[in-house]
């Protein structure tokens, strides 16, 4: 019953939020309003939502977000530094290929992203198997380092919380 | 009464030979001769008063408020060719039971001739101008029809043609004509233009009139430069020229000139007009008809040259000339009639009507050489038969006409135009039925029955009486008429013998004699007509005709050849070319208005719409390209909006903008993908010029009225004074949409839903068996194209943010009466939103998960806004009207309730539907080109769990 | 406040989203509810006409907001008749598409219908400006889908050109009416009468520029010449029932440019003086003129009933350029008479094309299965059209005639000269489809329809006419008495209220 | 304490409008197509979001109240960059890139990219 | 100083929407012109908001949010487009 | 924020450049021999009329007709509703003549906008 009314808790909860982002207040109106709409439209969308994304760890979850936020931030100078001060033909970039072993269309949606996000490396494609990310790299003097990197340092969380 | 029933008769019983046909040809031709013998005798029912001097009127108001009226009148003049209409009809209606042959559609001929007999009748009884006019056009219209009546012979239908072209431009002429007499005298009654001469005489229109009028009484009687569409006329079958082209119709001319005659006559342009042409279409009437070999072209020639001879006696203006017509206008009635119905049974029986091959029918067909004899012999007018006594009155006449100051030319002309009369009326004679029987003649010729000789036979007969004993037979009836023409009491005595001191005696002898040397010179004078060239009416028609249809075609297939953009191009330069010139013929003061300084950020926006505007001139083949460019102008726009004060604006052109490069795209796919450069730099520099001229004119305007203060306070200060007290909103864009003109909104939203079902119907339209249906299946989309049609990532992606979507959507719908927003960018953003989840993961996937149809959408959305209009009925207020309150509801604060909320639902529903079946819809397209349906969200083999 | 005067615009308003809503698989239903529909659109209409004919024009204020500021309704004869005309011919003409099957060849057709006529009904009665473009954009999206109903390639083409010229028409009316509200500040057309005639002499250029826009607007819907190139190959392509109602369509044209000549722009009004009856006479001459010569010209009977149409336009506009009651009554009688007359054209020409492949005129096609009563059908139709006698468009012509006797050498001689033209053209044409049809060989058999139906409903059009014709005085003074009710425009202004609050 | 938020503020806004001229200066600098792809989606995303929170500070603490909506911007941006990253990248290899520049997968299964429809399984 | 601030920002986005816009009509592939248009929207975004501080009013947020669900839409939709031929598959 | 200006140097002067422009590019494009040009154009045109409208109620910035306490200068909200409209019409004409060039070209082959002449 509840699972019915809530297909997706965590968007509801999502909803909630945007909404209370969108109308600018807290006001008790404005949250029964959007509890409303928390639980209707998730109700709506769920057949475009076939899967149920199960979150394992949702500190984890969070510890990420700050983790990949932090990293946007570093990794913007970096970049920076290369448009500006970098000779293009002594930027050295590189087409890498990062095998997965995450399974989740949503944790591999959310390491694509992460390595978009980040600066100096982008999301280019996947194999049709859907088990190696293509990645091309701005300036990647040593491939196998971001390879690793990335595997390191993002996949390894991503599967602690998606499974 | 009786004189509407005696013209309306025939009408009605134009149905019946339709009907009887089926009962027979006897009983559909004694129903047809039942009715015109019933008019006749209703006719008759009147004569007497007529007779006595009386004018019989019958008045029917039809439409007074232009003076056209069902009024007719019956006086002597009306009398005469009400009977010869009637009378001869009769005897036609008989003649031609027999004439007609089994094939012919005799239902069909009758009812044609009892039309036309309707409308001749309409002519000589109307009372009122304007009716008039409605009966001579019909009787151009039935004589088109039954000169048409072979429909399978070309010179039919040519002749058919070539007569209601002739006749009906003068019966066109002939409305001005009466038009200007009407105005003259003030009104349209014939009774009212009748008394009124001196004041119609004396007017500056009287001669633009006059001629007009002419025109239309000259082409109607064939006279003189249009006779040439009576012998075309003449593959009519014989009972139709009999009857229209030598007894009636072609008197119509007649008839009217002398309707008119009181009004009209007796000035020095009537003389010189009427008496000429009438003179000069005689003789030529009379020199050609001699020539001809047919025998119906040869009569056809004569009835030319004796209408001629009317028309001149007419023209003379006198009294006694004027008689002189009436009683001509009785005789070749009877003996042209005759002559017609003989042709006729010549036709039939020796199967040819070349003179040339005819010959010695006096033996085989005695009966039809004593009709045709007598009266060929009284179109000569040889003593003592009709024809005779009525030329001599003419020649008596024109002996004492003098004609621009010569007395000799009108009596010499007249006796040559006689003297040929009488050679041709000769030749007749001799060559048909008296000369040897040519060997070219097939089958033995014979009498016809009783059925085709019974009408000649009693116009002969008629022909020899009215000779003998013209006082007796017809003098009453001359005198009737010539008085009505004339307005004087006539009584007329006419006589064989008016002493040797007669000039026309002389004359008369003159053109017997001379007649009888041409018919015995006859070969002589043929090989010099065949070897003069002279100009042929009919030539010159075709070669005009032909010259008209020939610019017409410049018009039809060369201006409108298709050429749109053509078009276009001279839409815009009138459009300009209009606006400029109203521009200058006006005074304008300059605004006053104190202009908005500009901001950088203002400058840089502005420059890049331009650079993009500019740029898509000179990239618009590349189609890809070009889209995007559109895509950043309308961001600008939007921009621009925004940046000045209109963020609902805004929001609009942006997510309109966005679904109208989806559309294109979806279309480009099909299309080609670039265009060609086929343009020469001369158009495109026309073109340059005109969007130029088109950009500088709206530049001008806008920037002149945007410096400029509203000469009036505008409407718009009431909305924004009244939108939160009257309307209950804040956003007063949006209480002006759902509001104060929701109406505009209303229409617009069946705009959408309207376009979206044209779309969908069209769709089904191309997917439906044919050409493009074909065209779709042969395209073999996608090889060569990249794979991943649904990347893992945009798929997970759009599961996210449609919900956050739908969330905006509402927030967007809820807020819009306060804030921007509304249902229509609530709608569009929607829509927006499930786009992107079909592009993500692709029609099939996502169309099955779809709950509602996008026609129920905006079925229901247009319904629902209908009936948020009507609902105020409810409460006695007009469509659309709105209503508010404020509710109190725990836990949630006081939040407003306005009708028009529900209103904007409709406009949401409508928008979300029509904007997705439009899309969806080309979609299609796409999945028949030969599209596999995909399955799973997303290409990569993934389990979802 | 009568609700009646909006029920020929929600009447099919809401029809027609029901037909999509609930029966868009049944052809049946459809039938019945839009046939149904246009059918109580006639009855209102008739009940309207009567109601206009009581009196002064009747307001609508729509949401109850007093005019100018929100959009009002207006109903008077013109409009009523205009309604009346409407719904008659939408009647015949949907039958016509029933009982021949025209209506299944593709989507959508009655709801269509439905809106096409909420469209056009809207145009009429509404008393708002901007609402009028909306209204015409209603119609005109509504034609667009009739025009390309049951496709094909030339109609799709067609189409599209078709919708390409009136984007730019409705592009201009748009300019065109920015440029009314800058100068004025208002929409409301009473108010914009009131407004126009006060205006200060430093704005005349701008009202001017704005009055010729329009009229260059409405100029492109009538199909004056040089906007006109838009008609032939859109009324020629369009189905025929589809095209026989467009008849009606042209007369938006002509009825926005009737309203807006007398009571916005009217003769006496210092900004604009007499300057739409000058530009509308040349204008309507050479229409006249050129749609003669294209019924001469054309190749085809439906091209040459376009053209025909054409020279109708051309004619009424002549009628109307004049701006007296005489020839504004001859006008609108005129085009009641034309209309129908038009329809029965194009229904004709779908009689003869579909035993036939195709319509040429160029070249005789074999004889039809009961020709000579399509004949008959054929001839007195073409009667109507040439402006012969007996029928209403003799009748008319004499109105115009009459009414344009001050500029007689000019009116009269093209008027004239063009029937004469048209009626060469008529007798051509049938001659060649009707009589040269029999030197064909006979053994090319055609195909056998069942006509009877379709026949029926041109017969009740030229009966129309016929009765339109006998009846010509009540309904001249119908259009006399709508014609002074449009020259007399305070009781419209003073039906409008302006600024006063909406009694309910 | 104000000075030091407008300080702060005015931080953001440099910031942000720096980024934002790197990203868009990189399309300018950056020679070969599949570098100019990390300009935009990094230096500019970065920009516009530094934007965001400087107007979010500025209603919070000028203007005294709060402003969350410019976190649903962001959030979106962020969303969707990656996205429009990937296509980019995709068009890229499809019709610039030279097919011997692209590592293999090394997992039996081409890049999807190059699998063309006749290639994929189940079709 | 928030002020100037403001107005280096919006000078800062606004060459560079002059930048992107110039990359859009001079670029070596259409990938490049989409990712200028893309990055295009990204500029105008930070301009409306950059103007709303300005201005000091907010009514441009809903603005912005559609201007990054259209300018994502459309990138999306050029990229797909010549990627499949087909937007909507 | 409003001062006296020199004639160039006006929001309203750039708004009828841009105007201008916009018209004269659409019409230039709606005068090519494709269909597809023709809808952008007209497409163009629709820019150009939406912003003449829109300029016809005068320009006013940083006053959006939003009703708020103590302001009292606002923008023409008609106009503005007037735009929406017309928005939302030409996006449905656009809608329809961008699958009717469609349905044409697969009918016939052909995009060009001008027809063949009758037979
Ligand atoms: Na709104
Ligand atoms: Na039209």
Redesign the pocket.
């Known amino acids: 019953m509840i699972r019915r009314l809530f297909p997706q808790p965590w968007l509801t909860v999502t909803l909630i939020l945007t909404w209370m982002l969108l109308v600018n207040g807290t006001k008790l109106g404005s949250l029964v309003l959007a509890a409303a709409l928390g639980i209707l439209i998730p109700l709506l969308t769920k057949a475009y939502w076939p899967g149920k994304p199960r979150v394992h760890n949702m500190p984890a979850l969070l510890a990420y977000v700050a983790l990949v936020i932090w990293d946007i931030l570093v990794a913007n100078i970096v970049v920076a530094r290369i448009i500006l001060f970098r000779r293009p033909d002594q930027i050295r970039s590189a087409f890498i290929a990062v095998p997965i072993n995450l399974t989740t269309p949503e944790g591999i949606a959310v390491l694509s992203a992460t390595i978009t996000l980040t600066p100096g490396t982008v999301t280019a494609d996947m194999s049709a198997c859907g088990r190696v990310l293509l990645i091309h790299a701005l300036h990647a003097p040593d491939p196998a380092a971001v390879r690793d990197e990335i595997k390191s340092r993002y996949e390894a969380r991503l599967q602690r919380i998606f499974g | 009464m009786t004189i509407a029933l005696i013209a309306v008769l025939p009408f009605v019983g134009a149905v019946f030979p339709g009907l009887m046909i089926r009962a027979g040809r006897n009983a559909c031709a004694i129903v047809t001769g039942l009715v015109t013998l019933t008019a006749l005798i209703l006719l008759a029912s009147q004569a007497p008063a007529v007779l006595r001097g009386e004018v019989v009127h019958s008045r029917i108001a039809w439409l007074p408020g232009i003076g056209l009226n069902a009024d007719f009148m019956l006086d002597g003049l009306g009398l005469l060719f009400a009977g010869l209409i009637l009378t001869i009809g009769l005897l036609v209606i008989l003649y031609a039971r027999f004439y007609l042959a089994a094939r012919d559609a005799m239902g069909q001929f009758f009812t044609f001739l009892m039309l036309f007999q309707g409308a001749m009748l309409g002519i000589v009884l109307s009372n009122n101008i304007l009716l008039l006019l409605v009966f001579w056009e019909l009787t151009s219209l039935s004589s088109f029809l039954l000169i048409g009546f072979w429909k399978h012979l070309p010179e039919s239908r040519q002749g058919a043609r070539m007569a209601l072209v002739v006749t009906g431009s003068g019966g066109l002429a002939m409305i001005a004509g009466l038009l200007i007499l009407g105005n003259i005298a003030g009104s349209y009654d014939l009774d009212v233009i009748l008394s009124q001469r001196e004041a119609i005489q004396a007017s500056d229109a009287y001669l633009p009139a006059l001629i007009l009028i002419l025109i239309g009484a000259f082409t109607k009687s064939a006279q003189f430069p249009f006779h040439f569409w009576l012998p075309q006329a003449m593959a009519a079958p014989t009972p139709v020229s009999a009857y229209l082209h030598s007894a009636t119709m072609v008197k119509a001319g007649i008839f009217l000139m002398a309707r008119l005659w009181p009004v009209l006559a007796g000035t020095d342009a009537w003389f010189y007009i009427v008496a000429t042409t009438g003179l000069v279409t005689m003789v030529l009437g009379a020199v050609i008809g001699l020539f001809k070999h047919d025998l119906k072209a040869l009569l056809a020639y004569s009835t030319i040259s004796q209408l001629g001879l009317i028309t001149m006696l007419l023209g003379f203006g006198t009294v006694p000339a004027a008689t002189a017509a009436m009683f001509h206008i009785v005789n070749h009635a009877t003996f042209k009639a005759a002559l017609f119905m003989s042709a006729g049974i010549i036709d039939h029986a020796a199967h040819t009507r070349d003179i040339r091959r005819l010959g010695g029918l006096r033996k085989a067909m005695p009966v039809t050489f004593a009709v045709a004899g007598i009266a060929a012999l009284a179109m000569a007018g040889i003593p003592p038969l009709n024809g005779f006594l009525s030329k001599e009155m003419m020649l008596e006449e024109a002996a004492h006409t003098v004609w621009g100051g010569n007395p000799w030319v009108l009596p010499a002309l007249a006796t040559v135009g006689a003297l040929f009369s009488v050679a041709y009326s000769l030749r007749l004679i001799a060559h048909v039925f008296l000369r040897r029987a040519q060997p070219t003649a097939g089958t033995q010729p014979h009498d016809p029955g009783l059925g085709l000789m019974f009408g000649p036979a009693l116009l002969s007969a008629l022909v020899v009486a009215i000779g003998l004993l013209p006082m007796a037979t017809a003098a009453w009836l001359v005198d009737a008429s010539a008085s009505a023409v004339t307005g004087t009491a006539v009584t007329v005595k006419i006589a064989h013998w008016h002493g040797f001191g007669s000039v026309a005696l002389w004359l008369s002898a003159l053109a017997i004699a001379g007649g009888a040397a041409a018919l015995f010179g006859f070969p002589r004078l043929l090989r010099l007509w065949d070897a003069t060239s002279r100009p042929d009416a009919k030539h010159l028609f075709d070669v005009a005709m032909a010259g008209a249809v020939r610019a017409a075609r410049r018009v039809t297939d060369g201006a409108h050849d298709g050429t749109v953009t053509r078009f276009l191009a001279i839409a815009t330069v009138v459009i300009v070319g209009s606006g400029v010139w109203a521009f200058r013929s006006g005074t304008h003061s300059p605004g006053l208005r104190t202009a908005t300084s500009v901001e950088p950020v203002a400058v840089i926006g502005w420059l890049v719409l331009m650079t993009a505007t500019v740029a898509l001139l000179f990239h618009h083949r590349s189609r890809l390209f070009a889209l995007m460019l559109v895509g950043i102008i309308g961001l600008i726009v939007s921009v621009g909006f925004a940046y000045l004060s209109a963020p609902d604006l805004a929001m609009t052109q942006v997510t309109v903008e966005v679904v109208t490069v989806l559309l294109l795209l979806l279309a480009l796919n099909f299309l080609p993908k670039t265009t060609p450069d086929e343009s020469t730099s001369g158009r495109r520099l026309r073109d340059a010029a005109i969007a130029a001229v088109a950009g500088a004119g709206s530049a001008a305007l806008i920037y002149a009225l945007m410096m400029r203060d509203f000469a009036f306070p505008t409407i718009a200060a009431y909305h924004l004074e009244n939108a939160k007290a009257l309307g209950g909103g804040t956003n007063v864009v949006n209480v002006i949409l759902v509001d104060f003109r929701g109406y505009d909104t209303f229409g617009e939203i069946t705009v959408l839903g309207i376009a979206a079902l044209v779309i969908f119907a069209l769709t089904e339209m191309i997917l439906s068996a044919g050409p493009a249906n074909d065209r779709l299946m042969a395209l073999k989309p996608n090889r060569g194209d990249a794979g991943d049609r649904h990347p893992l990532l945009f798929v997970v992606v759009t599961r996210m943010i449609l919900p956050l979507a739908l969330m905006v959507g509402v927030f967007i719908f809820l807020r819009g009466h306060n804030l921007p927003g509304g249902g229509f960018i609530a709608g569009l953003i929607v829509s927006i939103a499930l786009l992107m989840q079909y592009m993500a993961s692709g029609f099939g996937w996502t169309a099955a998960r779809k709950r509602i149809e996008y026609h129920a959408l905006i079925g229901a959305g247009l319904l629902i806004a209908g009936l948020a209009g009507i609902g105020s009925w409810v409460f006695g207020a007009p469509f659309l009207s709105s209503a508010y309150t404020y509710v109190d509801l725990w836990p949630l604060e006081t939040f407003e309730l306005a009708t028009a909320a529900i209103f904007d639902l409709g406009v949401f529903l409508t928008v979300l539907g029509a904007v997705m079946l439009a899309l969806a819809s080309l979609s299609r397209l796409a999945v028949r080109s030969g599209e596999d349906i995909n399955r799973a969200p997303y290409d990569a083999p993934l389990q979802e769990r | 406040m009568n609700h009646w005067i909006i029920a020929p615009v929600i009447l099919p308003a809401v029809l027609a989203p029901l037909i999509v809503l609930l029966m868009r698989n049944h052809l049946g239903p459809q039938r019945a509810v839009g046939l149904a529909g246009t059918a109580a659109l006639l009855c209102v209409a008739v009940g309207l006409m009567i109601l206009a004919g009581k009196g002064d024009p009747q307001v609508y204020h729509l949401g109850g907001w007093p005019a100018p500021f929100g959009i009002v309704l207006v109903l008077d004869r013109l409009a009523a008749l205009m309604l009346v005309l409407t719904a008659a011919l939408a009647l015949i003409v949907q039958v016509y598409a029933t009982v021949t099957g025209w209506d299944k060849r593709g989507q959508h057709f009655h709801a269509l219908f439905l809106f096409q006529q909420m469209g056009l009904n809207g145009a009429f009665l509404t008393g708002d400006a901007f609402n009028l473009f909306v209204f015409f954009e209603v119609l005109?999206i509504a034609?667009y889908g009739l025009m390309i109903h049951a496709g094909g390639r030339q109609r799709l083409r067609a189409g599209v050109q078709y919708v390409a010229f009136?984007l730019l028409g409705s592009t201009l009316f748009l300019f065109a009416l920015a440029t009314v509200y800058s100068v004025t500040g208002t929409l409301n057309m009473a108010d914009l009468g009131v407004k126009v005639a006060a205006l200060p002499e430093g704005d005349f250029a701008l009202i001017r520029v704005a009055a010729v826009l329009l009229l260059l607007v409405f100029a492109?819907?009538g199909?004056l010449v040089p906007l006109h190139f838009?008609l032939p190959a859109t009324y020629a392509n369009a189905p025929a029932p589809v095209a026989a109602l467009?008849a009606v369509?042209?007369k938006?044209?002509l009825y926005a440019t009737l309203r807006f000549g007398t009571l916005v722009f009217p003769p006496q009004t210092p900004a604009t003086g007499s300057m739409p009856g000058d530009l509308l006479l040349p204008a309507g001459l050479i229409t006249l003129i050129v749609g003669a010569a294209g019924v001469l010209g054309a190749g085809t009977f439906s091209r040459l009933s376009a053209f025909a149409a054409i020279a109708s336009m051309g004619t009424a506009f002549v009628a109307v350029s004049i701006f007296t009651v005489p020839a504004t009554a001859a006008a609108l009688y005129y085009v009641i008479h034309s209309t129908l007359a038009i329809a029965a054209l194009f229904l004709v020409c779908d009689l003869v094309s579909r035993q036939r492949d195709g319509d040429s005129l160029r070249h005789a096609l074999p004889p039809m299965a009961r020709g000579g009563m399509i004949a008959a059908l054929y001839l007195v139709t073409a009667i109507a059209v040439a402006g012969l006698p007996p029928l209403s468009g003799f009748l008319g012509k004499l109105m115009i005639l009459q009414a344009g006797r001050d500029s007689a050498a000019l009116i009269w001689t093209v008027i004239l000269v063009t029937s004469l033209v048209v009626i060469v053209g008529l007798s051509r044409a049938g001659s060649v489809m009707f009589w040269k049809a029999h030197e064909a060989s006979a053994d090319n058999r055609p195909r056998a329809v069942s006509e009877w139906p379709a026949v029926a409903c041109v017969t009740v059009l030229l009966l129309l006419l016929a009765a339109l014709s006998v009846f010509g005085q009540p309904v001249l003074e119908y259009t006399t008495a709508t014609a002074a009710q449009l020259y007399d425009t305070a009781p419209y202004i003073a039906a409008n209220a302006l600024g006063e609050q909406v009694a309910p | 304490m104000t000075a030091l938020v407008d300080i702060l503020i005015a931080l953001f806004l440099i910031t942000g409008g720096l980024f934002g001229l790197i990203g868009s200066f990189g399309l300018w600098k950056l020679r070969i197509p599949m570098q100019r792809l990390h300009a935009p989606t990094k230096a500019s995303t970065m920009g516009v979001g530094t934007v965001l929170v400087a107007s979010m500070l500025d209603s919070w603490i000028v203007h005294g109240q709060f402003s969350f909506q410019e976190i649903l911007i962001l959030v979106f941006i962020f969303l969707t960059a990656p996205v429009s990253a990937l296509y980019l990248a995709k068009v890229h290899l499809h019709l610039t890139v030279k097919r011997s520049d692209v590592p293999p997968t090394g997992s039996g299964s081409d890049w999807a990219t190059y699998v063309t429809d006749d290639e994929r399984p189940g079709v | 100083m928030i002020m100037h601030a403001v107005q280096f920002a919006i000078g800062c986005f606004g060459i560079g929407l002059i930048l992107t816009l110039a990359r859009a009509l001079w670029a070596a592939t259409i990938a490049d012109r989409i990712l200028a248009l893309d990055t295009m929207v990204v500029n105008v975004i930070a301009l409306v908001i950059l103007y709303g501080i300005l201005s000091g009013n907010g009514v441009n947020f809903e603005v912005s949010i559609l201007f990054a669900m259209t300018g994502f839409v459309s990138t999306v939709a050029f990229c797909k487009y010549l990627l499949r031929g087909n937007i909507i598959e | 924020m409003t001062r006296p200006c020199r004639k160039g140097d006006t929001v309203e002067a750039l708004i009828a450049l841009a105007v201008g422009l916009m018209t004269a590019a659409g019409i230039y494009l709606m005068l090519r021999q494709r269909t597809f040009p023709v809808i952008l154009g007209l497409a163009l045109l629709s820019y150009a009329v939406n912003l003449f409208i829109f300029a016809s109620g005068r320009l006013l910035r940083n006053a959006p007709p939003i009703l708020t306490p103590g302001v009292t200068a606002y923008s023409d909200p008609l106009t503005q509703a007037l735009v929406l409209t017309a928005i939302v019409i030409s996006f449905a004409m656009t809608a329809l003549i961008v699958i009717m060039a469609l349905g044409a070209w697969l009918e016939t082959g052909d995009d060009r906008i001008d027809m063949d002449p009758d037979p």
């Open positions: 005109l034609s009136n492109i819907k199909a838009w467009f369509m042209t938006v044209g």
